[in-house]
Each structure stands twice: as C-alpha cells, then as structure tokens.
C-alpha cells in the first residue's frame, strides 16, 4: 500500500515542478537575494562594500522612514474598518432578492476590474480645482468653495482613501456576497417561524456566520493597504509635502532615484517583518476565536 502511494507521488512531480521551478526563480531567490542585498552598499550598477547592520542602524535614525511608515499605518487604520463595513453593507444589498440584485453586483464590482492608472485619471480629471466635475457640482448646490483636494493635507487623505475603497470593494463584496449565499436557508425558516426578527436573523444568524470570513477580508485588507503605493504616487504623488507618502514609495525613491537598492532592501525588509507580525497575530486570534 506504501509503494503503491510513493508511485503515485512521483508521478506528480512532473506536473508540480514547472510551478516549482517558477516559484524558487521568482519567490524563494529573491527573498534571499534581498537579504544580502540589505548588507551591502549596493547601486544599481553593482554590489559596493559589505556594510554589515549599518543599513538598519540608519533605518533606525531615518526621520523619513518612520513619518513614511506613519503615513501608510494612517492609511491602513482609515480604510480597514471602513473596507470592511462597507463591503458587507454592498454585499447584504445585493443579496436581496430584488429585479435590481444583478445591477447592484454588476456596478459594485466593476471598478475593482479597472487598472490603478485609469481610476487614477479619472480621480485626477473629476478633482480638478476650477473645472473637475466635483467642484462643479459642489458650486451647483450653492456652495462658493473650491477645494484643493490634492493641495490640502486633510482632503487630500479624503481623496486617497475614497478612491481605494471605490477601487478595491467590490472584490471584499464578493467575499462577503459568496458567505451569505452559503448560508443555509432553513436557518432563516426556523428562525421565522420561532417570530425572530430580520434584525435577530442578522445579529444571531448572518454575522455569526459571516465572521470566519470577515477575518480572512480583514487580514487581506491589512496587508493590502500597508502595500499601498500606485494610487497614492498618481494621484498626490506624496504630497502636499510628503503628507501622504506611504512607505513603499519612500523605498522607491531611495532605490531608484538615489541609487540606494541596499538601504532600499533594508526598509523593504522591515515592511515584510511588520506584516508577518500583523499576520502571525490575525492567525492567531483566529485560532483561538474559533477554539
């Protein structure tokens, strides 16, 4: 029975060892390549001088590391709950069984299809201070303001996190609508009949079975929003001042505009140990929660 399973083993091998190949080229080699590089006074060009920690002493004294991992912690605390609340409120909407339940799914998701590139343009073009079609609206009702929405500070964080969550739930709405429909019906029917009402089969039927799932958009949404960068470099570019440059556009910067792809690598690398920390703790309060 044991040879008969090792021969059936083997025969997979051919067909996983493509995507074995592909993953330790382009997964495994540069994690460990991004490691030494974070040793090294590295250019662009070539490989300079073992520096040792000297990259993460520095990293530690960058003034513009920490405010750039500020910003983007920012970014991650006003669009998680804010992602996940909405995306679920999408999702109970398009479940209804209404004529318009198509329509709903249909204009929901549709923006999560788009590049970062398009919904960038058209947030630059409807944003515009004297002719975007926002301003003109704002004036039709009365209202003699022209706001800088990428020239202010405050609307410019505004601007940035309506567009991501415009952007980026309709696929956590998915998640969401997929949960629902797999609840069972029968547990509404009893519950009907017991005279619960639809707030009771809310509260006592759909979240408790929408929450293993909320967990897992939860977590996604974190490690997608402490990732952010393509939006935020077209639309503000960073700016005003830097007051909304997340980190992975500082580490962009350094390596590629400075020329510093070891200092970059080190930064690259704190990132990747905030999220597995964030990870290992979401995971864990998963665990425990469903114990």
Do not use: C
Not at 53 to 75: A, Q, S
Not at 188 to 198: C, L, M, P, Q
């Amino acid at each position: 029975m044991m040879k008969k399973q090792w021969v059936h083993d083997v025969k997979a091998i051919p067909f996983l060892l493509p995507f074995f190949i592909a993953y330790m080229i382009f997964t495994i080699f540069p994690i460990f390549k991004g490691l030494e590089m974070s040793l090294y006074d590295w250019t662009l060009v070539r490989k300079l001088e073992f520096v040792g920690l000297e990259n993460y002493i520095k990293m530690f004294t960058d003034r513009h590391f920490w405010r750039t991992l500020w910003n983007t912690t920012l970014f991650v605390i006003l669009t998680t709950p804010s992602m996940v609340l909405l995306a679920l409120g999408l999702a109970l909407l398009s479940n209804l069984n209404t004529k318009l339940k198509t329509f709903f799914r249909g204009s929901f998701f549709i923006p999560s299809i788009l590049s970062v590139s398009v919904i960038s343009f058209l947030m630059i073009f409807m944003l515009q201070p004297y002719n975007g079609l926002v301003n003109n609206l704002i004036q039709m009702f009365g209202i003699e303001a022209e706001p800088k929405w990428m020239a202010d500070q405050g609307l410019a964080w505004v601007t940035i996190v309506v567009v991501t969550l415009w952007w980026t739930v309709g696929f956590n709405m998915i998640l969401f609508l997929a949960a629902l429909q797999d609840i069972p019906e029968s547990l509404y029917e009893a519950s009907e009949i017991d005279g619960a009402s639809r707030w009771d089969m809310f509260r006592y039927i759909t979240l408790p079975q929408l929450i293993p799932i909320g967990r897992v958009i939860l977590l996604l949404q974190i490690l997608a929003s402490y990732k952010v960068f393509a939006q935020i470099l077209l639309i503000t570019g960073g700016g005003p001042g830097g007051a909304t440059r997340p980190l992975i556009q500082y580490i962009y910067e350094v390596g590629f505009n400075q020329n510093n792809l070891g200092y970059a690598a080190t930064m690259s690398y704190a990132l990747f140990f905030i999220l597995l920390i964030l990870s290992i703790i979401q995971l864990k309060s998963q665990r425990s929660g469903e114990n």
